[in-house]
Antibody, heavy 120, light 107 residues
Framework: EVQLVESGGGLVKPGGSLRLSCAASGFTFSSYSMNWIRQAPGKGLEWVSSISSSGTYIYYADSVKGRFTISRDNSKNSLYLQMNRLRAEDTAVYYC?????????????WGQGTLVTVSS | AIQLTQSPSSLSASVGDRVTITCRAS??????LAWYQQKPGKAPKLLIY???YLESGVPSRFSGSGSGTDFTLTISSLQPEDFATYYCQQFNSYPFTFGGGTKVEIE
């Protein structure tokens, strides 16, 4: 059974940092691109970042470029999102999701999400 | 960035109704479109990929169509468990984008 479990969310002050993790199991993690998607309270879905299976190719939404860093450790079946210089508008549930197939793919498996709250 | 415009943003319908949701892309995306269903407090669930392919395990009352800029999600006979919010998403080019969502409510 495929499982994606996010962790690392919490309350942080504006300007602060947080590192999210996503632990994957039940599939060959190293073969799939991975993604972060977020959802602000009561709002729609926003794609945040993607990383290719080997970590070679990385993409970011303009809203987080230069502040967030996506990475992965295939030996640990884990995906990460380092979030720096956080703003109130980064408050959201953050989901990790796996690609259905190769690069540029829909997202077939999603984690349960982890809530990040940026507030003083 | 490619913008996706979903309509309507919400609708009220009854069990058994046929429901159609549309998604329009600001530029052509071939068939690189997916539809997701999200219930309150839950992660989105993939329903349709590549515009018209039904994800495994998804009931056949769901169908998708379209290519280029205009896409449709149809629920042929709405069931109680279908009341949720639906999102389209393009994966033709980065940055990936989602439509604003369509909330399907009980009439």
């Amino acid at each position: 059974e495929v499982q994606l479990v996010e962790s690392g969310g919490g309350l942080v002050k504006p300007g602060g940092s947080l590192r999210l993790s996503c632990a994957a199991s039940g599939f060959t993690f190293s073969s799939y691109s991975m993604n972060w998607i977020r959802q602000a309270p009561g709002k729609g879905l926003e794609w945040v970042s993607s990383i290719s299976s080997s970590g070679t190719y990385i993409y970011y939404a303009d809203s987080v470029k230069g502040r967030f860093t996506i990475s992965r450790d295939n030996s640990k079946n884990s995906l990460y999102l380092q979030m720096n210089r956080l703003r109130a508008e980064d408050t959201a549930v953050y989901y990790c999701a796996s690609d259905y197939y190769g690069s540029k793919s829909p997202f077939d498996y999603w984690g349960q999400g982890t809530l990040v709250t940026v507030s003083s | 960035a490619i913008q996706l415009t979903q309509s309507p943003s919400s609708l009220s319908a009854s069990v058994g109704d046929r429901v159609t949701i549309t998604c329009r892309a600001s530029q052509g995306i071939s068939s690189a479109l997916a539809w997701y269903q999200q219930k309150p407090g839950k992660a989105p669930k993939l329903l349709i990929y590549d515009a018209s392919y039904l994800e495994s395990g998804v009931p056949s009352r769901f169908s998708g169509s379209g290519s280029g800029t205009d896409f449709t999600l149809t629920i042929s006979s709405l069931q109680p468990e279908d009341f949720a919010t639906y999102y389209c998403q393009q994966f033709n080019s980065y940055p990936f984008t989602f439509g604003g969502g369509t909330k399907v409510e009980i009439e």
